[in-house]
């Protein structure tokens, strides 16, 4: 790590995104409180624990402070928010980072272990479309040891009820320029001032060559999501949180 790295305060990134994401996700830590219990009521308390598309480490942080025997492996392409993860964690030994392309066939090769006892992932996987999450459930089965899990937590709208969607959709965003209005900072502007960071601006221009904008992929709803990971090898599947809007699916090998 370099000196400038060293004197940037990784807390004050960590805290900086988590509160842009809660911006749009006022139950973000509710989904994480049941996904942390999910994973100690299947494997216990001290898990091997995969963080799919990691980013700054919001599980992973999440994960050590509840169940302090856990370790983790997080796993992204993008290397700023690794570079926040890495920051932010250093020093702590219970965490390994490693930089993968998830579209890759070959990424699981890039892991240090062969299976875990739980995936898991948050607001992620909506930037594949869904025949590159069909061909990365199967990788997950593999990964996921007998008996282990894999927790999504991702925008599942339910096609069948367009009226609620839409005044769910209504009520979210009117609440979000309320606290926009008092000053919440909203995705555009966190990676503005990230790119203004004389540390963080080489990888945010790079992660902006990789990604673009924003997500191009696809949000199945969470019927899909079971159904696609029982016919990938998982033994049971099925919602165990959910908002109007977003839904956290279980998959028990």
């Given at each position: 790590?370099?000196?400038?790295?060293?004197?940037?305060?990784?807390?004050?990134?960590?805290?900086?995104?988590?509160?842009?994401?809660?911006?749009?996700?006022?139950?973000?830590?509710?989904?994480f409180r049941v996904m942390v219990d999910m994973v100690e009521a299947v494997v216990g308390p001290e898990p091997r624990v995969l963080d799919l598309a990691c980013g700054t480490g919001s599980i992973t942080d999440r994960l050590l402070k509840r169940l302090p025997g856990a370790v983790s492996t997080g796993v992204d392409l993008d290397p700023a928010l690794l570079a926040i993860a890495e920051g932010y964690f250093d020093g702590e030994d219970r965490v390994t980072f490693v930089r993968a392309d998830l579209k890759d066939p070959q990424w699981t090769a890039k892991l240090p272990y062969a299976t875990y006892d739980a995936?898991?992932?948050?607001?992620?996987?909506?930037?594949?479309?869904?025949?590159?999450?069909?061909?990365?459930?199967?990788?997950?089965?593999?990964?996921?040891?007998?008996?282990?899990?894999?927790?999504?937590?991702?925008?599942?709208?339910?096609?069948?009820?367009?009226?609620?969607?839409?005044?769910?959709?209504?009520?979210?965003h009117a609440r979000m320029e309320a606290a926009k209005a008092d000053g919440a900072v909203d995705w555009k502007e966190w990676w503005q001032l990230a790119a203004a960071d004389p540390v963080l601006a080489g990888p945010t221009a790079e992660r902006f060559e990789i990604y673009g904008e924003h997500a191009e992929g696809d949000t199945p709803s969470?019927?899909?999501?079971?159904?696609?990971?029982?016919?990938?090898?998982?033994?049971?599947?099925?919602?165990?949180?959910?908002?109007?809007?977003?839904?956290?699916v279980l998959g028990l090998k």
């Open positions: 790590m370099t000196e400038a790295m060293a004197g940037t305060d990784w807390q004050a990134w960590q805290e900086s995104w988590d509160r842009q994401q809660e911006w749009y996700l006022p139950d973000r830590e509710e989904r995936v898991l992932t948050a607001t992620a996987l909506h930037w594949l479309h869904t025949d590159d999450l069909r061909g990365l459930y199967g990788q997950l089965a593999g990964l996921v040891r007998e008996g282990g899990v894999f927790l999504n937590a991702d925008h599942m709208p339910d096609p069948a009820t367009p009226r609620l969607n839409a005044a769910d959709r209504a009520q979210r969470a019927e899909w999501h079971a159904r696609t990971l029982r016919e990938a090898g998982f033994g049971e599947a099925r919602t165990v949180w959910a908002s109007p809007s977003d839904a956290m």
